[in-house]
């Protein structure tokens, strides 16, 4: 590692990897639940039981993910293998949780549920962890790592704004018939095929630009040794002892709840509650656009004058004012009338400010996370 600033290629190489992660969260947060419950009709309480298991086994997989890679030994260093194995079993991840066997039972279906999303969660473990330690690696500068974090928050949003572009604007309003196209199966035959094959482009991009960077980055200390259980364990009471890392935990935890229960809801906010034609849900991609491009440049900036927890926390509480804004509002009575196009204004309005917050946010926490590691 050096303080030296990276060059704009290394950046970029290390950011379109966060593409191929955003398409696969927002395929799996965004779609799947929906599309289990909704086209496919198991009931939600299995639908978000399936979910709940596997995002179970992914904080599993996390931590010991982290410290196999630590402890890796290779020509291609401790991070970069994981990062070319992992576009393979996620796109058949993807496969398998949209195109599951004719037939199947409502248990068998949420079988088929669990077993694919564990695959999917489990696959882009293998990319995400070695990531992020390697956009941690890259630098040993406190504003440097910030830059990085905030091409990696900004690809990660592309990837974000290329899926929801395609589903919103192409591909539900082409098989909208009688019903919204979000409620057809077959609408998502392109959505999985078009997802697998730019998550596969991103990460292999990003593992192969950013592989010329191997020699300079730290070696493990372990000097290859396998990971033992009590050295697992160790690494966690290690990393939890650290107080700084114990409170960004404990605020990731209930943050994450929320995220999650926004991202997966979203699609049924805009369809059933809302009342939005698939066109108007595409257009509230704007405010993501906005937010995040605002993020992008103003994070690092913000880092220059306010310590990183500052940044955190107001950017928390701003969130979770101006996210769940609109649907306040109308459930108060005060909102547009729904399915209007002034509505849609409205939540762009309310949604720019709340995705700037998040964007800002997700840089600050990933960056301190990279700080939190020297310590």
């Known amino acids: 590692m050096s303080t030296e600033k990276l060059t704009l290629k290394t950046k970029l190489a290390f950011g379109i990897g966060a593409t191929g992660e955003g398409v696969t969260n927002w395929v799996f947060a965004g779609l799947t639940f929906f599309f289990y419950n909704q086209v496919l009709g198991l009931s939600g309480s299995l639908t978000g039981l399936a979910v709940l298991i596997a995002i179970i086994f992914d904080a599993i997989s996390d931590p010991v993910m982290g410290s196999i890679s630590d402890r890796y ?27 599951p066997p004719d037939g199947l039972s409502e248990y068998g279906l ?74 057809y199966q077959e609408s998502y035959t392109p959505i999985a095929i078009f997802s697998m094959a730019l998550i596969s482009l991103c990460i292999l ?51 994450s709840m929320l995220i999650g229960t926004h991202e997966t809801m979203a699609i049924y906010m805009g369809t059933f509650f809302y009342e939005l034609a698939p066109q108007q849900i595409g257009w509230l991609i704007i405010n993501n656009i906005l937010g995040y491009a605002f993020g992008f440049i103003a994070a690092a900036k913000l ?7 500052i940044v955190i926390v107001s950017t928390v509480i701003g969130l979770t ?44 926490v990933m960056s301190a996370l990279a700080d939190i590691a020297d310590e």
């Open 73 to 99: 030994v290779s020509k291609l260093g401790r991070r970069h293998p994981f990062m070319f194995a992992a576009p393979f079993p996620t796109v058949i991840a993807i496969y398998l949780m949209f195109f």
């Open 110 to 183: 949420f079988g088929w549920l669990i077993f694919s999303t564990i695959i999917l969660r489990l696959s882009i473990t293998l990319f995400t962890v070695p990531h992020l330690a390697l956009g941690a690696e890259l630098s040993d500068d406190y504003i440097e790592r910030s830059r990085v974090m905030s091409y990696n928050n900004l690809f990660g949003y592309m990837g974000v704004i290329i899926m929801h572009i395609f589903v919103w604007f192409l591909i539900f309003p082409f098989f909208a018939g009688e019903q919204s196209g979000q409620l």
């Open 205 to 255: 991009s990003s593992a192969y630009f950013t592989k010329d960077r191997i020699p300079y980055l730290k070696q493990p200390k372990h000097d290859g040794e396998k990971v033992r259980l009590r050295d697992l364990f160790q690494d966690i009471l290690g990393a939890i002892s650290n107080r700084n890392y114990a409170r960004i935990l404990v605020g990731m935890f209930f943050l």
């Open 303 to 309: 880092h220059e004058r306010f310590d990183k927890p």
């Open 321 to 364: 004012i101006f996210w769940s804004a609109s649907a306040n509002i109308a459930l108060l009575g005060l909102a547009p009338e729904r399915g209007s196009w002034d509505l849609v204004v409205m939540i762009i309005i309310f949604g720019s400010i709340a995705s700037a917050c998040g964007s800002i946010l997700h840089i600050s």
